[in-house]
């Protein structure tokens, strides 16, 4: 006879798993019965199986677990943090002795559980200057130049968000490199030519919908955005700041500086003359959404004090917000799976966990 453990006598289902029951969104106590247990290999060694009362689907404990379906539990909390700090897939597929592809998908995973848990802490308030730019980099190789575009609160260095915009590659570039650029453009065609205003149009427009008091929001000289906040209907107000002014802490684009500098130091793809680059537009907005997370809840604003700012070495900028209470760890996220049929989303959001990129010039797993 199997022995229970403690954790498991105890468990009772938050929610039935299929979306068609009427237990789905909202469960009542009782709703399952336990049905038998099942032997694994991996540890606690026992699963506990229930059965929905009111639709016959079958689940077990394991259904509501991050590592659901996965042969070894506890390695995404490694694969995250390695991630996030410096080390390329390769490495970290070394150092765990695991295949490279088992680190992917545990960071695609990653990504879509992150926005999950967003959705739940659901920022609907934001009474902060924003400051917004756009992180250069590129996915696959130069002739795929691209935008990260990101809003970032000037007080609690909080990242409200990270879209993508694709660019087509510019500049001077030898005859062999335009020969090249020709056939490229002829096998895909030209990336969307507006890409930089439909994005900022949409972050723009997100942002106002939450304003509750008239802010600021602080951006460099680019046409496109001008162009874009011309076009919001708005309640904020619009600074432009040059490229050439001093890039310090007095700068209005001190936060989102500060970050960018973070994306390159702390992302291995973004190095300077990296081998280990985004190889994939999908993949490159998983990194910055799982950047976004570890910035905004599992880290201090900085790392160490600040004299204008006592709190600012021992609050994550979520806790600005009052969204959270304290700097969160990996099990307050990822212990428990979210399902993506309790949340709504926008097309954006969507495509993101679809994993949807037409104008993508490279191949990804869905
Ligand atoms: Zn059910």
Redesign the pocket.
């Known amino acids: 006879m199997m022995k229970l453990k403690p954790c498991q006598l105890t468990f009772s289902p938050p929610f ?3 979306p ?5 969104r909202f469960s009542s106590p009782g ?2 019965k336990k049905n038998g247990i099942t032997k694994t290999i991996k540890a606690p060694q026992i699963n506990q199986r229930f059965l ?6 079958q689940f077990s404990q394991n259904t509501f677990d991050f590592d659901f379906r996965k042969k070894l539990i506890h390695l995404s909390k490694n694969v995250l943090n390695f991630a996030m700090n410096g080390m390329s897939h390769s490495s970290i597929a070394r150092e765990l002795k695991v295949s490279k592809g088992s680190v992917n998908l545990r960071l695609k995973n990653l990504a879509h559980q992150s926005l999950l848990f967003e959705k739940e802490k659901n920022v609907d308030k934001i009474s902060e200057n924003i400051a917004y730019d756009g992180f250069e980099t590129f996915t696959f190789s130069q002739y795929s130049p691209c935008y990260i575009n990101t809003a970032v609160g000037m007080t609690s260095h909080f990242i409200y968000h990270n879209t993508f915009s694709p660019l087509n590659r510019k500049g001077r570039m030898t005859d062999l490199q335009k020969l090249r650029q020709l056939d490229l453009l002829k096998k895909h065609g030209a990336y969307p030519k507006d890409s930089i205003y439909q994005e900022s149009r949409y972050i723009f427009n997100e942002i106002n919908a939450k304003v509750d008091k008239r802010i600021q929001l602080f951006s460099d000289e680019h046409q496109s955005y001008r162009r874009a906040f011309n076009q919001t209907i708005n309640k904020i107000s619009h600074e432009t700041i040059s490229s050439r002014a001093r890039r310090n802490a007095r700068n209005p684009l001190f936060a989102i500086n500060h970050l960018h500098l973070l994306y390159r130091h702390f992302l291995c793809s973004q190095k300077r003359e990296t081998i280990a680059f985004q190889k994939h537009e999908g993949a490159m907005l998983e990194k910055v959404q799982l950047m976004k997370i570890y910035r905004n809840f599992f880290q201090p604003k900085f790392t160490k004090k600040n004299r204008y700012d006592e709190f600012a070495h021992l609050w994550s900028p979520a806790m600005y917000l009052k969204i959270v209470d304290r700097v969160l760890e990996f099990r307050d996220v990822f212990g428990m799976r979210r399902l993506r049929t309790h949340f709504k989303f926008d097309e954006r959001e969507n495509d993101f966990l679809d994993r949807h990129y037409p104008y993508s010039r490279q191949k990804m797993a869905n």
């Open positions: 039935c798993p299929n068609g029951c009427v237990h789905h709703f399952a929905c009362r009111a639709c016959g689907v």
